[in-house]
Structures are given as structure tokens and as C-alpha cells.
């Protein structure tokens, strides 16, 4: 059965994704800012795509620090993942939408990016939604 996040956060993150103008990222940039909000992710390398305007990579969770410390730098990763990087919002509201059709894959989406992860935790799915809830608040 697949996890489910908790019924606020899932608002929260539906109510980022009804945002008006919404900002735009690259991947590192992206990875930064999720971290900053604590999602302890790690970028991988660029993935092959037929997607023309879209780049995947790679992405891991890292093995989680305390709540006010990042995990270390050697860290051991886990999570698998990937990161999509759309031209726009609606490309990645689209992505996120195929990905919530697969039984396996927890979707995440903010701005013009979609994330896709196999096999966390439901902590660590919390610790994902909560990072992408607060991109909100920016």
C-alpha cells in the first residue's frame, strides 16, 4: 500500500501548486533550496531524456542529520529518485500528474520541477513534503 501524506501537508503542497507566478529553478538550484528548508537531498549526475526542454537527474536522500544540523558530509544515501526540471509550471503540474498514476513512486512538485522517489520512508517523504510545503513561505 502506498504511503500517504498527512492531510495538511498535502493541502499545503496543492496550495503551492495553485500559486499564480511562480518562480523558476535549475536543478542546483533547486537541491539548494529544498536543503536549505531541510530536505537533506543530494543531486546526482544528468540523466538521459527524449524530452525535448526538459533535464532529469539523479537523486538521493541523505541518510537525516538532527533537526538543526545537516546530515554530514558522508552521509550514507539512500532514497532512490529523480529530479525533473520542466520549461514551466504546467509541464511539471503534468509530470506530476502521470507520477501520481504509479502504483510504486511518491511525487513531489514545486514551480517547474517534479521529483520522483522509490522506496523512502514515510520520514523521509514527510521530510521531502515539508521542505516543498515551505517553498510556499519564499
Avoid at 4 to 15: C, G, K, Q, R, S
Avoid at 43 to 55: I, R
Wanted: proline share 4%.
Amino acid at each position: 500500500m502506498r504511503p500517504l501524506l498527512p492531510a495538511a501537508l498535502a493541502t499545503a503542497i496543492l496550495a503551492l501548486a495553485a500559486c499564480g507566478e511562480e518562480r523558476s529553478f535549475d536543478a542546483e538550484e533547486f537541491v539548494e533550496t529544498m536543503n536549505d528548508q531541510g530536505a537533506q537531498v543530494k543531486l546526482g549526475e544528468e540523466l538521459s531524456t527524449t524530452d525535448a526542454g526538459a533535464e532529469i537527474y539523479a537523486l538521493r536522500l541523505e541518510e537525516a542529520g538532527s533537526a538543526t544540523e545537516p546530515a554530514p558530509a558522508d552521509a550514507e544515501l539512500h532514497g532512490g529518485g529523480s529530479l525533473k526540471v520542466t520549461e514551466s509550471a504546467d509541464a511539471a503540474r503534468e509530470e506530476y500528474e502521470r507520477c501520481e498514476d504509479a502504483v510504486t513512486l511518491i511525487c513531489f512538485r514545486a514551480a517547474n520541477v517534479a521529483i520522483y522517489f522509490e522506496g523512502i520512508t514515510p520520514e523521509e517523504q514527510a521530510r521531502v513534503g515539508q521542505a516543498i510545503a515551505a517553498l510556499e513561505d519564499e
